[in-house]
C-alpha cells in the first residue's frame, strides 16, 4: 500500500513539474485527477477517506468566489473598468501605474486568474487604439495580478486554501499582507517603467469590438448587484464570526437567481478544473501523510540543518517548489509542516509572489501568455523573465523583511 501511494505520489508531482505526462493527453489536472482514481481503484485510499481528505470549506470558497467574479465579468464590470482606463489621457509610464494599481486592487477582492481572462484582450485593444505597445502593460497585468492578489485570503486559490486549512483571520492577514502586497505593486511598475523606457509605441491597429464575446457590454444593474455583493462578502469577511465559505456560497445563490443571465453562462464562467485538481491533489497527499514518510522526511531534512519548521527555510522551500510543481501543489505539500502562527501568512505570501518568476509559476500568467499568443502577440519565456525575475526577487525581499517584523 506505501509503495503504490508513494509511486502514485511521484507521477503525479512530475506530472505537475512538466505540466503533463509524456505520450498522455494530461494536463496537470488529469494528472492529479487519475492519481486520486488510482489510489481509490487499488484500495489505497477508501471513498470514505478520499471524501474527508477533500477540505470542502475550501472548495466552497473557491466555488462562491468564482462565481461572484463571473456575475462581474458577464455585467461587463471588467471590460468597462479597463476600457475606460485605457482611454484616460495618461502619458504611458503613467497609463501603467493606473493600470497595475487598477488590477492589485481587483485581485485582492476577487480570484485573479479571472480578472486576467476578462481584462486581457480589452487591454489588447486599448494599446492598439492608443498605439501602444501591448507586452508591458500585460506583463504588468501578469505581476500585478499575483502580487495584489497576495493581499488577502480571497485573491487566489492558494491563499483560500491556506485561510481555509489554517483558520486565518482575514483580517489579521490583511494587516500583515497588504503592506508588502502594495510595495509590491509600485515595485512591478519600477521593474517595467525602467525595462520599457523609451519603448512604449507601436502602430496603431484597431481593437475588438465591443460586445464581443470577449468584451461583454456593460450593464449597469448586473454590475452593480455584483460589486453589492462582493461588498457584503468582504465586510462580512472582515467583521463578522460567520464561516467564509458559508458567506461565498450565499452570495453565489443569490447570483444564481437571475432573470438576466442563464445559470449556464455564469457556471460556464467557473473554472472545475482548477477544482477538481484541488479534489486530487487533497486524496494523493493523503495517502502520501498517511504512509508517514512526510514526517520522516521532515525530520531527516531538520537533521541535517534544513528545518522547515524555521521561517526561514519553509520560505525558501515555498519558493523552490512554488516554480517547479506550481504554487496550488507546492501549497498543498507544506501545508503539514506549517504549524507555526507566522506559517500560514509566511505560506501565503511566499507561494504566490514566486508564481512571477516563470509563466509556469502561476495560472494568472499563463492565462496572460495565452489570451496574447491569441491576438498574434508572443510573450516568450525569456520576455517574461526580464520581468518576472527582478520583480519576484523585490517582492520577496518586501514579504521577507515584513514577515521578519511580524514574527518578532
Known sequence: MHTTAVLVFAVVYLGMLLGELPKLQLDRTGVALLGALVLMITGVVTLEEASDAVHLPTLALLFGMMVLSAQLRLGGFYTAITDRLERAPLSAPALLAALIGLVGLLSAVFTNDIVCLATAPVIIAGCRERGLAPIPFLLGLACAANVGSAATLIGNPQNMLVGQVRGLSFSAYLAVAFVPSALGLAATWLVIALRYRGRW?????????????????????????????????????????????????????????????????????????????????????????????????????????????????????????????????????????????????????ASTLAGNLLIVGSIASIIVVEQAAGEGIVIDWRTHARVGVPVTLLTLVIAGGTLWIAGG
Open 201 to 349: 509605441t507601436t502602430d496603431p491597429r484597431p481593437g475588438a469590438a465591443a460586445g464581443s464575446p470577449d468584451r461583454p457590454p456593460f450593464d449597469r444593474w448586473q454590475t452593480t448587484k455584483g460589486l453589492v455583493l462582493a461588498g457584503v462578502a468582504l465586510l462580512a469577511f472582515l467583521v463578522l464570526p460567520w464561516p467564509r465559505e458559508l458567506v461565498a456560497l450565499g452570495a453565489a445563490a443569490l447570483v444564481l437567481t437571475s432573470r438576466r443571465f442563464h445559470s449556464s453562462q455564469t457556471l460556464g464562467l467557473v473554472d472545475w478544473e482548477l477544482l477538481v485538481l484541488f479534489v486530487g491533489l487533497f486524496v494523493v497527499n493523503h495517502a502520501l501523510l498517511e504512509t508517514g514518510l512526510v514526517r520522516e522526511a521532515v525530520a531527516g531534512l531538520a537533521r541535517q540543518g534544513v528545518d522547515l519548521e524555521r521561517p526561514g527555510w519553509l520560505f525558501a522551500a515555498t519558493v523552490v517548489l512554488s516554480n517547479t510543481v506550481s504554487n496550488v501543489p507546492a501549497v498543498m505539500l507544506l501545508l503539514p509542516v506549517a504549524a507555526a502562527p507566522i506559517d500560514g501568512p509566511l505560506l501565503a505570501l
